[in-house]
């Protein structure tokens, strides 16, 4: 495809195949949207089971941090409803990626504490050892990056 090719089909001033113009924006690309409402029901999810079922959680909060762990527990889950929401709407998914990173980059501070803690003890099993919360650490530099990505304008034929 030429330049000439892209620019029109990415313009807000092109037709459909009637002829009529759009109303108002082009169309999510399905890869973004498929990308962005993954994250969004991630998020849902983990808000859900942090108030569903908080002792796994609340065990990872770090001691320093001021406060009990429920509150943190909490704050945890409330950020990552609200950014579940605003991923769930096109016009403020770029928001709610920007809160999804910064959600991911703090609790990441609770999954280094789990490690150094030797685990998560409130959970079942292997889930309880050293090696999985050591393990869990590389999987949040994804989630940032897929989060981060989502703040970044639309482009035409992509994320």
């Known amino acids: 495809m030429n330049r000439v090719t892209v620019a029109a089909l990415c313009s807000d001033r092109a037709r459909d195949a009637s002829g009529n113009a759009p109303s108002?924006?082009?169309p999510e690309h399905r890869h973004r949207r498929r990308t962005r409402l993954g994250l969004a029901a991630l998020l849902g999810g983990a808000a859900i089971v942090h108030v569903a079922v908080p002792r796994p959680f609340e065990s990872?909060?770090?001691?320093?941090l001021p406060g009990a762990a429920s509150a943190w527990n909490l704050a945890s889950a409330l950020a990552e409803g609200v950014a579940a929401a605003l991923l769930a709407s096109r016009r403020t998914s770029r928001l709610g990626g920007a809160v999804a990173a910064g959600t991911f980059t703090v609790v990441f501070v609770a999954n280094v504490q789990a490690a150094v803690?030797?685990?998560m003890r409130a959970l079942p099993g292997w889930l309880?050892?050293?090696?999985?919360?050591?393990?869990?650490?590389?999987?949040?530099?994804?989630?940032v990056w897929w989060s981060w990505r989502l703040t970044?304008?639309?482009?035409?034929?992509g994320t």
Request: hydrophobic share 35%; aromatic share 4%.
């Open 24 to 26: 108002g924006h082009r």
């Open 60 to 64: 990872m909060v770090p001691r320093w």
């Open 117 to 119: 803690d030797g685990g």
């Open 128 to 143: 309880a050892s050293r090696e999985a919360a050591v393990l869990r650490l590389p999987l949040q530099v994804p989630l």
């Open 152 to 157: 970044r304008p639309e482009r035409c034929g």
